[in-house]
């Protein structure tokens, strides 16, 4: 344990706090002061994301600042002189993996006392959670939350040099920061931040607390980005929000998202993806905008989390099943081929055998080609973590096990219309089971397994030979 502490605790109080001020954007707020240049030099980092794509996005950032500091990647923990945990706080499996990893590490700090080991991302925002690494895990050098990041250089000579147990995680509202520096962890797709933050207070959902603040960036920092990346040879963004379809409310602009959408497209650049959408602000004018621009994907990710209008309610999700069919309804039809995946959680406080009936029977109306499905799990300061939890684990996992198998089902039946048919396909790399097959995805997302000659980032034609329920199989046709 060292002698020296520097604390700035999280609060969740502070987090739900929400006010009417306008946003700060800054554009300085990020440097390195004298005494941290050449920090890292001769130094190793390794960087574990969890987590949603934020959370990589954030990591992006992050491997960006600790290179400028001098310090270089490498793979293995054992190489390492700063081990950094960018942490996902969605699920408590989550939570636990990160912990267990934590607890494995100590083993690596007792044989290397001088090992930097360091946590950030949104288990740093919750107030429980630090106080439980700081009394049960003392190999924990430095824990940053998502508000701190622009200061990193400042936090490791805390705990490097002044060899002080640092801990500095701001609940707040949060701003815009910009001129932030990037290593981007691949070269022809980029996730691009348009908005951080979320006020939607789902009952179940820790994000309005871990994350701050609904706040856009302005559309000229965004276009900017995106030609930049354009210029770089990347070939495809995906736009990041915690709900994308509220951007520019806080800047009083109107039908923000669907101008922003537009003005990406505007730029040409091949592939333009979005995530995550919020079905309560999915306006007809972003439709015609998706429907309008070629290279806006025929893919969208559409939560639906419960097709049960009183759990929605108790979810506070503001819209219910028929208002969720009816915007599906719509996008379908505006956008020949679009496929469409979701999230569901399963167990919700008081969900009854008939209200899981009606999720199943509304994933019989959409036929996702995809669904990413979850027990409920509560997370300690939301409303739903205080509802009774009358759902015993064994009817969950029933639950759980039952609508997997029937969105198994759905995307089996999806795909089977793509054998023998001929796809475009941007490649990401070689498949991680098998380096002599090339991998990639199409323009609505399917994951495509494929022989052939080319490389990352290059866009081919593909014919489907074989399908699977969650990837298609294909042999790349050659020009």
């Known amino acids: ?206 994000v309005p607390y871990t994350r701050g603040k609904e706040r856009s960036r302005l559309i000229q920092d965004i276009i900017a980005e995106v030609k930049d990346l354009k210029e770089h040879g990347y070939k495809e963004v995906c736009l990041l929000g915690q709900n994308v379809n509220a951007y520019g409310r806080d800047l009083d602009l109107q039908n923000g998202f669907a101008k922003l959408l537009e003005e990406v497209a505007i730029t040409g650049i091949e592939r333009v993806r979005f995530m995550t959408s919020h079905p309560w602000n999915f306006d007809d004018e972003t439709i015609d905008v998706c429907a309008k621009y070629s290279n806006i994907m025929p893919y969208i990710h559409l939560p639906l989390q419960s097709g049960n209008d009183e759990i929605l309610r108790r979810m506070n ?16 039809k505006a956008i020949p081929g679009c496929a469409f995946t979701t999230d569901i959680i399963v167990g919700f406080p008081n969900e009854s055998d008939e209200a899981f009936e009606d999720t199943l029977k509304m994933l019989d109306y959409c036929q996702y080609d995809n669904a990413f499905t979850f027990i409920y799990s509560p997370r300690e300061g939301t409303p739903a973590a205080m509802m009774e939890d009358n759902v015993e684990m064994h009817i969950k996992e029933e639950r759980l096990a039952i609508l997997n198998e029937k969105v198994a089902h759905y995307a089996n039946l999806n795909n089977q219309k793509y054998l023998n048919q001929t796809v475009e396909v941007l490649i990401d790399g070689v498949s991680k089971k098998n380096d002599r097959i090339l991998s990639g995805y199409t323009r609505d997302n399917k994951l495509v397994n494929f022989t052939g000659n080319a490389k990352a980032g290059d866009i081919v034609n593909v014919r489907i030979t074989a399908v699977k329920s969650f990837s298609l199989d294909g042999e790349m046709i050659e020009e």
């Open 1 to 206: 344990m060292k002698n020296n502490t520097h604390y700035d605790l999280p609060s969740i109080g502070d987090a739900r706090k929400r006010s009417k001020e306008k946003i700060n954007i800054e554009r300085e707020l990020f440097n390195i002061p004298a005494e941290c240049r050449g920090l890292g030099n001769g130094r190793n980092y390794f960087l574990r994301t969890y987590g949603c794509q934020a959370n990589q996005r954030d990591s992006e950032t992050i491997a960006g600042i600790l290179e400028e500091l001098g310090y270089a990647a490498c793979d293995n923990e054992n190489e390492a002189d700063l081990i950094l945990l960018n942490t996902c706080a969605i699920r408590k499996n989550a939570e636990d993996k990160v912990l267990g990893e934590i607890g494995n590490l100590k083993k690596l700090k007792r044989s290397n006392p001088d090992l930097i080991i360091a946590m950030s991302g949104c288990m740093a925002q919750e107030e429980g959670i630090v106080n439980e690494i700081l009394k049960k895990y003392p190999q924990v050098d430095l824990i940053f939350g998502t508000h701190n990041i622009y200061n990193l250089p400042k936090l490791l000579f805390n705990a490097t040099v002044a060899k002080e147990k640092t801990v500095e995680v701001f609940s707040k509202e949060g701003e815009i920061i910009e001129a932030l520096p990037s290593s981007r962890f691949m070269h022809h797709k980029a996730w691009v931040n348009i908005s951080y933050g979320c006020d939607k207070f789902c009952t179940y959902c820790i």
């Open 317 to 332: 999700r503001r819209y219910n099943s028929n208002e969720y069919r009816i915007l599906f309804d719509k996008l379908k």
